[in-house]
């Protein structure tokens, strides 16, 4: 039986190998932000994970970029990959976030939150770390606060959470199995190598349906700007007014 944790702590262990194996594609983000960027330069990685988009985001421009991460050890690995730069890393959670920075733009690939396009229902959905509808909510609104005055949120479109068992580099195999709740899904995250566990973990993720999201941003003090799987992001601005 493996227990629900949310901190990528078994995860963390073979990420970069999942990452890296062809599946995933941060290079192509980077190239798409850096468009939906234009001028802005100072900027928040929501959930830098191992630091593999800042990484493609410094090859492109001079970005100042801050990561943050609840997960040391996903964290670690930033730190590693990142040396280099002068990206400062925070551990807390996005929520929890204490800070007198504002930020030109907020990007996310798949930390905290992002959407997925649901073909049978023609629609998009956001799926979320969070615990709960409030924590989503203290989330968001802690986004609009460290946010400059016409400030954007950038989270990425994936493709849709399925059962899906792919193989990784050295041997590896990357099993993940979806159990769907009403409001809920739990994954289970394993890899293998020549039949036997290495690391295992599960998540569990809340998500919320296209009009209720968009309420939920809404409320926060967010417009949609655009969601384009060809720009492969949703982008949110900062209103000038906040609401609720
Ligand atoms: C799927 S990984 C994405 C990592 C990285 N952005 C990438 O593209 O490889 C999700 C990351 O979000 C982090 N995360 C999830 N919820 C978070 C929260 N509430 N605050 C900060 N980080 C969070 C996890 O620890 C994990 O490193």
Same mark, same amino acid.
């Given at each position: 039986m493996v227990s629900v944790d949310n901190t990528y702590t078994e995860l963390a262990k073979y990420y970069d190998n999942l990452m890296t194996? $062809?599946?995933?594609?941060h290079k192509g983000y980077a190239t798409s932000l850096q468009k939906i960027l234009g001028e802005r330069r100072k900027i928040l990685d929501m959930g830098? $994970?191992?630091g593999l988009l800042t990484e493609q985001m410094l090859l492109l421009e001079n970005y100042n970029i801050t990561g943050i991460d609840f997960s040391p050890a996903m964290l670690t690995q930033a730190e590693k990959r990142l040396k280099d730069n002068s990206v400062r890393l925070v551990c807390a959670s996005i929520e929890d976030y204490e800070t007198s920075e504002t930020f030109e733009a907020v990007i996310s690939t798949g930390g905290v939150f992002c959407f997925s396009y649901r073909e049978q229902e023609q629609q998009y959905r956001l799926y979320s770390y969070c615990p709960n509808k409030d924590v989503q909510m203290k989330s968001l609104k802690k986004l609009y606060d460290i946010l400059d005055k016409d400030g954007i949120l950038c989270m990425s479109i994936q493709g849709d959470h399925t059962n899906s068992e792919m193989p990784i580099k050295d041997g590896i195999v990357y099993t993940q199995k979806t159990d769907f709740g009403e409001q809920s899904l739990q994954k289970t995250y394993t890899f293998s190598a020549n039949g036997k566990i290495l690391s295992q973990q599960q998540m569990r993720l809340i998500f919320f349906d296209e009009k209720e999201y968009l309420s939920l941003f809404e409320t926060a003090g967010f417009s949609l700007v655009g969601q384009e799987r060809t720009q492969k992001f949703c982008i949110f601005r900062k209103n000038e007014l906040k609401k609720g």
């Open positions: 194996s $062809g599946y995933y594609d830098v $994970g191992s």
